[in-house]
């Protein structure tokens, strides 16, 4: 048996103890007299017979030779080769010194830290942009729809309510009193108002009584009435050449869309030929203030504008001295929104109107009262309390683009009157068109232009 070697630098690495060495060398025998398993062995298994051969050739480490180890050698396997940036071992995931960790400073070699490539950012005011997407619309199809179009689409959940309720009710089904009166919980639900509701089922029950009726006669009815309450009322907003400028006061609660509709009006009446000024009189929030001089750089209008938190009266009669020394055919003023049961919100816009009236005794010579077609029932409070303290002359219906229960026009019309100038359907200049009544009604009916 042979005396035991000392391991060597590569075994103590490994942690392996000494191996005696063979007394006898085996002969080489030719690869094919080797058994199939010696030919070709297991990948990754070690091969114990020869390994005492791999590591005779390694040196011994300098502490075992007794030699010096030089200053510039020691550790010199565990420094970055100079000029060059450390990476982190292959595959791993900072491999790439362009993404992976940043190089470790050791001292030796100065080195900036490589930085991946940021994408280009720009900062951008919040309220011009919201402004702007507010003043753009939503986005268009390649070829943009037409007004019909937009209306019907508009209108679809009042009249696609109101078709299922009458297709329930009159299909194969005789006229009796308790038809009629689902008739007119169907109508009162969709915000026609108790008044128009009566009507429209009288003239559906009028010598049919205890006979048939088919769906499509009775939305033809309903849209008859329905345009009859509202051709007195369908008037355009007439603009008074002769009073220079033409003062417009808009007034609503928060969230209608005055700013929105202030700047679409004063889109069209550019494009009649007129000149316009506005007057950024929501003077609480800045983003309005911002909103409205968007409208004013995309319609080529100027705007008269204060600090945040001004006096918006104060303001008021600032545009309406400047629009009169330049001019004007038309100022547009835009108000604060306001819930019109704030009686101090409410007394702010009489000042306003009081402010105008000491340089003009007839200005507001229009007050455009902005409703939102979503809030419902709660409009008819609305009209009746603005009225109250500003001289409303006109109404703007907004926001019928497929949520509001588009009745609440028709009871509006049939408690007060007061004329309907424009109707709203979208956020685009497109969106905001001069109200006719048949269209409305033969949209809200479920029925196709004739």
């Known amino acids: 048996m042979a005396s035991e070697e000392k391991p060597g630098w590569f075994g103590r690495l490994f942690g392996r103890k000494g191996q005696p060495a063979p007394e006898d060398k085996p002969e080489d025998k030719p690869e094919a007299e080797l058994p199939a398993e010696a030919a070709s062995p297991s990948e990754g298994e070690p091969d114990f017979a020869t390994a005492a051969e791999d590591v005779a050739h390694v040196p011994l480490p300098p502490e075992e030779t007794g ?123 969709a915000d026609f108002g108790l008044e128009t509701a009566m009507r429209v089922s009288e003239a559906v029950g009028k010598g049919r009584y205890e006979k048939g009726i088919s769906p499509d006669e009775v939305r033809a009815i309903l849209a008859a009435e329905v345009e009859r309450a509202l051709e007195p009322v369908a008037v355009p907003l007439a603009i008074d050449a002769s009073r220079k400028p033409f003062v417009i006061l808009t007034v609503g609660v928060n969230g209608a869309g005055k700013t929105t509709t202030l700047g679409k009006l004063a889109s069209k009446l550019r ?28 319609t080529g209008t100027p705007v008269v504008s204060g600090a945040q ?74 009209v009746e309390l603005f009225s109250q303290a500003a001289p409303v002359s006109g109404l703007v219906m907004t926001k019928l683009d497929g949520t509001a229960r588009g009745g609440i026009l028709v009871a509006l019309a049939a408690k007060f009157g007061l004329p309907v100038h424009f109707i709203g359907v979208g956020e685009g200049v497109e969106d905001l068109e001069p109200f006719a009544a048949r269209d409305f009604a033969r949209a809200i009916a479920g029925l196709e232009k004739d």
């Open 309 to 382: 938190g001004a006096d918006a009266a104060g303001l008021a009669f600032d545009a309406l001295k400047q629009a009169s020394a330049a001019g004007t055919d038309v100022l547009l003023i835009d108000t604060a929104g306001r819930l019109q049961n704030k009686t101090g919100l409410m007394a702010e816009l009489e000042k306003i109107v009081r402010v105008l009236r000491k340089q003009d005794p007839e200005a507001p010579h229009a007050t455009i009262l902005v409703l939102d077609a979503t809030v419902g029932q709660n409009a008819l409070s609305q």
């Open 271 to 298: 494009a009649e030929g007129r000149t316009v000024m506005l007057a950024a009189g929501d003077t609480f929030r800045a983003a309005a203030i911002d909103q409205l001089k968007v409208w004013g750089a995309r």
């Open 67 to 189: 030699e010096p180890v030089p200053d510039v050698v020691e550790g010199a396997d565990l420094l970055p080769v100079a000029g060059e940036p450390e990476r982190p071992p292959a595959g791993t995931a900072g491999d790439d010194p362009a993404h992976g960790a940043d190089p470790v400073d050791t001292g030796d070699v100065n080195r900036e830290p490589v930085v991946a490539p940021m994408p280009d950012i720009q900062l951008v005011d919040s309220a011009a942009a919201l402004a702007h997407d507010a003043g753009a619309g939503p986005d268009r199809e390649p070829e943009a729809k037409g007004w019909w179009s937009r209306l019907t689409s508009g209108m679809k959940r009042t009249s696609s309510a109101l078709s299922e309720r009458v297709t329930g009710l009159f299909t194969k089904r005789k006229l009796d009193a308790t038809t009629l009166e689902d008739l007119e919980d169907a109508l009162i639900q």
